[in-house]
């Protein structure tokens, strides 16, 4: 607590610093989150007048939007497009131009979930509301405009946590978002904040942002394939420069490495060890070591005359259980594949292109490869030699957008699929594996990350684990159907359909070469052949699980910094577990919240 203490002072007499330059500055540094309106309203105009997307690898600076906004031929617009254009221009002048150097602001938010299930829904990741939906009871935001170039921002919310380990959330009918109110006690206070803060650096053409920010990189609406936007936080550096047909970007962002959280114990030696994870009672003291960090470059084009956009995507994962860095995987301007370091890192490729067919429609598609044979190489499925499981993912989709005089409105269809094995791996000789076979406890080189958090005041150490990718992981088919309605009167209106089979290979699935053994598999499986991280009974998964979900939310101001909000999704699952024999479940959850900005 006393850390948490002195943090929050140090952080606030720097900006009071910050403010006593008292200095104006025109300033485009600022960066706009990945879910930001500005972001949103530059997609439809982008659609509207017939071009590719923007720049899908997000955040985004003030200077990188501006740039995106300037692209549009304001000429080739309907009257209604045409002032949306210019209101986002004008919005986006007004963010960087004679800005003080420091600002602050306060947002308090009252916020309450219901739901029918109290018995299996009793989690976060069981609800279609998010973590990151989640309003703070209070926050407090200081952004400070240094120079013509360098930006800070940080926000420090009092809010409940993600665990919830006091009160298990959604074990009761009813819960709001504020602290000590039952069933939230004061073990469930989050001070793992702040969730966002950053440094940012730039000029016209070049972006470099430093410290804590949501991610995400790809067109997706169910999830991305190489980065989502579903993980809460990445520790990170990225830097990217933009033209206007180009975009670079480079990134680094930490992770716990997985050897504090991975033990394999065995109680006896004439009995099976078994496996932990997850948490440590220890809290703070808690020794970590070892570096997991996921590299990334990223390129992107847009061709023939802005019709046609292309990203190309490559990413390693690099772990070290003894913090040695080996300087060779730094090179940005390398191909990381080609430094054959597997001992250390796991490449993973991908594929983006999305193509304007007219004004008002693009399709769009994206593919990523974790693993897949070369021209001689055993091919699994087809050779008799032990051959690694293709790990693959596929997302395909269109949108189309209309400008009426009182709005402008979405429409959205999006398909996914993933093969059983991606995102994972064996942890080579680094974990102590042997002939290249995962065993139970050992972990895997993988594209499975965790998030670590302090619960219980600071008394228990959790260890979140999530897919960096796809949010859904792997042995997955997904469908989707969206619709939305954005009106100039300051209000919108959200309708989304989804369903998923889900086979039975999770993030926590032990990877294996298929052979006469373990034979190659497709999605959605039914049967797991290998062993599990943290399920024994596997013989209980014998079926698909299939999800399904219908939701409708929608948003207003109702005056300037007074914003009220509502969410209703049913959801109902059969099969959960994959297990056949398990009851269908099924639960209608609301979610409703009023929050108020002070500038």
Known sequence: MKHNKWFIVGILCIFAAFAAFGAEADNQQKIYKIDCEEYEQLSVLYRIAGLAMPSSSGPWSNSELCLMAGRIDRNSLPPEAASMLDALKASLKTDNADRPSFDAGMTAGLQV????????????????????????????????WLGDGLYLS????????????????????????IPLVPPSTMKDIDFNFPYRSLISLGGDWWNVEVGRDRLSWGLGETGNLIIGDHVKYHNMARAAAYSNNFKYTFLASFFPHPQNYYHYETVDLNKNGYYKNGSSN????????????????RFEWRLFSGKLGLAVTEGIMYMSKDNKLDLISLN???FWHNNYTRSLTNSILGFELDWAVCNGLNLYGSMVVDESPLPGEAVPGKSSEPAEPNGLGFIAGARYSAVTGSGYWTLGLEGAYTTPYLYLRDGDSQSGEDDREQTKGRYGINYVIAVREMSQTGGTQNFTQEFLGYQYGCDAIVGNLNCSFASNADWKLEGNL?????????????WTRVNTTYQNVTTPTTSHQTENQADDDLLDRDSICHTFVAGINGSMDIIPGLNAFAQADYIMIVHPGNVSTAATQSDIQLTVGVSYEVF
């Open 498 to 510: 989804f369903y998923m089979a889900h086979g039975t290979h999770d993030e926590n699935t032990i």
């Open 332 to 334: 940005p301007a390398m």
């Open 282 to 297: 220890n809290g703070q003291s808690s020794y970590l070591n070892g570096i997991s960090m996921f590299l990334g470059h």
């Open 154 to 177: 940080t926000r420090l919310p009092v809010q409940l946590n993600d665990i919830l380990d006091a009160s298990e959330f959604g074990s009761t009918n009813i819960i709001s978002n």
């Open 113 to 144: 979930y219901a739901h029918s299930n109290t018995a299996y829904f009793t989690t976060r990741e069981k609800w279609i509301s998010s973590f990151s939906d989640q309003l703070p009871v209070l926050a407090f935001d200081f952004q400070s």
